[in-house]
């Protein structure tokens, strides 16, 4: 259902603002765009095209399982672009509402890909293989830097200054919106996670969320019988996958879930950072 989801609103994006503007859009979007201008070759297929090469690169940094949902969330993105794209109506209005529009789709599309694990390969790919090093930095955040060097590259070839300065802003608004989707605000959630299996559970979290977990003991009030409490903050994003990993491990296990105000240290927001 997500990859059907960010197909639809993908190709609204593309074919209703972004290729009706004139914009140059970004990552392998953005140079299928460039190359659909070139040779008129539709943009779901420059896209399948354009993978594989980026996806054969990031294969053993990403793994087997993200590697091949995401071939299957590409493949489903794809055909849909291919399908739908055409009978997409064309925005002809202000420029600055397409960019917005463009970015917002494109952000909330796939942020939703995203949440449920797997991407939509290309940039993605390389995002998820830089974050994979630099753990500290949020999927926006990367993707609004490889993404802007695309935008100038396409505006270079349209020879727009224009263009560019649109395009930035559809990328800024895109970034944005895919961390809000990943990460809501800077506030977070903590899970606290009552089990039997502890040293398991607290290596779930690290496969998950790349950070460690506090470990507490406890008694049960009514049994007398000693627990572990594994505690963690997390995103939105891990949370739900956390809570899904955490009755895996331990069917038996009682999750309870908590909303932060804020969250600071590594991987939320540094001491010191303004909201």
Same mark, same amino acid.
Request: aromatic share 10%.
């Given at each position: 259902?997500?990859?059907?989801?960010?197909?639809?609103?993908?190709?609204?994006?593309?074919?209703?603002?972004?290729?009706?503007?004139?914009?140059?859009?970004? /990552?392998?979007?953005?140079?299928? %765009?460039?190359?659909? !201008?070139?040779?008129?070759?539709?943009?779901?297929?420059? $896209? %399948?095209?354009?993978?594989?090469?980026? +996806?054969?690169?990031?294969?053993?940094? %990403?793994? !087997?399982?993200?590697? =091949? !949902?995401?071939?299957?969330?590409?493949?489903?993105?794809?055909?849909?672009?291919?399908?739908? /794209?055409?009978?997409?109506?064309?925005?002809?209005?202000?420029?600055? $509402?397409?960019?917005?529009?463009?970015?917002?789709?494109?952000?909330?599309?796939?942020?939703?890909?995203?949440?449920?694990?797997?991407?939509?390969? /290309?940039?993605?790919?390389?995002?998820?293989?830089?974050?994979?090093?630099?753990?500290?930095?949020?999927? /926006?955040?990367?993707?609004?830097?490889?993404?802007?060097?695309?935008?100038?590259?396409?505006?270079?070839? %349209?020879?727009?200054?224009?263009?560019?300065?649109?395009?930035?802003?559809?990328?800024?608004?895109?970034? +944005?919106?895919?961390?809000?989707?990943?990460?809501?605000?800077?506030?977070?959630?903590?899970?606290?996670? $009552?089990?039997?299996?502890?040293?398991? #559970?607290?290596?779930?979290?690290?496969?998950?969320?790349?950070?460690?977990?506090?470990? =507490?003991?406890?008694?049960?009030?009514?049994?007398?019988?000693?627990?572990?409490?594994?505690?963690? +903050?997390?995103?939105?994003?891990?949370?739900? =996958?956390?809570?899904?990993?955490?009755?895996?491990?331990?069917?038996?296990?009682?999750?309870?879930?908590?909303?932060?105000?804020?969250?600071?240290?590594?991987?939320? !927001?540094?001491?010191?950072? #303004?909201?």
């Amino acid at each position: 259902m997500a990859d059907i989801c960010c197909g639809i609103l993908v190709s609204f994006a593309v074919y209703s603002f972004a290729i009706p503007a004139g914009f140059p859009m970004a /990552g392998v979007s953005g140079m299928a %765009l460039i190359l659909y !201008r070139l040779t008129r070759i539709s943009v779901g297929t420059l $896209i %399948l095209l354009l993978n594989i090469p980026v +996806a054969i690169g990031c294969y053993r940094i %990403l793994g !087997r399982n993200f590697y =091949l !949902r995401s071939l299957k969330t590409l493949v489903i993105t794809s055909a849909i672009m291919n399908i739908l /794209g055409p009978y997409c109506p064309a925005y002809r209005g202000e420029l600055m $509402i397409a960019a917005m529009c463009a970015g917002i789709l494109c952000g909330v599309g796939y942020g939703v890909v995203f949440m449920r694990g797997s991407s939509t390969a /290309g940039f993605d790919f390389i995002i998820m293989a830089v974050r994979y090093y630099f753990p500290h930095y949020s999927v /926006g955040r990367i993707a609004l830097v490889t993404d802007a060097l695309v935008i100038m590259a396409g505006g270079a070839l %349209l020879g727009s200054l224009d263009a560019v300065i649109y395009g930035l802003i559809l990328t800024y608004l895109y970034s +944005a919106v895919l961390d809000k989707v990943l990460y809501g605000s800077l506030a977070g959630k903590l899970t606290m996670i $009552i089990t039997d299996c502890p040293e398991r #559970m607290v290596k779930a979290v690290d496969e998950i969320a790349g950070r460690g977990a506090t470990v =507490l003991d406890a008694v049960g009030g009514y049994s007398g019988a000693e627990k572990k409490v594994v505690l963690c +903050a997390s995103s939105n994003k891990e949370m739900y =996958l956390i809570r899904k990993r955490a009755h895996e491990v331990d069917p038996a296990a009682f999750v309870i879930i908590v909303e932060s105000s804020e969250v600071i240290g590594e991987g939320f !927001r540094a001491p010191g950072q #303004m909201q």
